[in-house]
């Protein structure tokens, strides 16, 4: 009998940022939306702005469509977040695709490979602001 390796998760704050950690692996879409269900729970629980999820050590990832539909159907509070994503240069071209449905869906997203550049990237000037509102939205006076 083939023994199931799960994913772990951890969270912490450091200087302002809610710091998440997933380990192991994720090889069922079952553990993958148990895993994203966990992280919107984090990130409600701690309402901190910026988020950085770390899962460099993290087995397996979601398929392309999974990811672009998981993305436009994320609960509201998370279009309000600045995550960074750290993952390894072998996932650079799915963390790419990731990165590019999130924004286009209205999140503020950015993925890197080196952890202290995406600390420093949540703690800049650099965050893409009001991203999520329409041009109607921000530009009306009702």
């Known amino acids: 009998m083939k023994k199931k390796t799960e994913y772990q998760?951890?969270?912490s704050v450091s200087d302002g940022i809610l710091e998440i950690v997933v380990t192991g692996e994720l090889a069922e879409s079952a553990r993958d939306n148990m895993l994203l269900n966990e992280v919107i729970s984090i990130t409600k629980a701690k309402s901190l702005k910026n988020v950085l999820v770390d899962i460099r050590a993290l087995k397996g990832r979601s398929g392309i469509?999974?990811?672009y539909e998981r993305v436009r159907n994320y609960p509201s509070h998370m279009y309000e977040l600045n995550f960074a994503i750290v993952d390894i240069m072998e996932n650079a071209d799915f963390q790419s695709f990731h990165e590019t449905t999130a924004v286009n869906a209205g999140m503020s997203l950015e993925w890197f490979s080196n952890i202290n550049a995406a600390r420093a990237?949540?703690?800049?000037?650099d965050l893409p602001l009001l991203r999520h509102l329409?041009?109607?939205n921000f530009l009306s006076k009702k």
Do not use: M
């Not at 990237?121 to 000037?125: E, H, V």
């Open 121 to 125: 990237w949540l703690k800049s000037n």
């Open 65 to 67: 469509l999974e990811t």
């Open 9 to 11: 998760i951890s969270s």
């Open 134 to 136: 329409t041009k109607r």
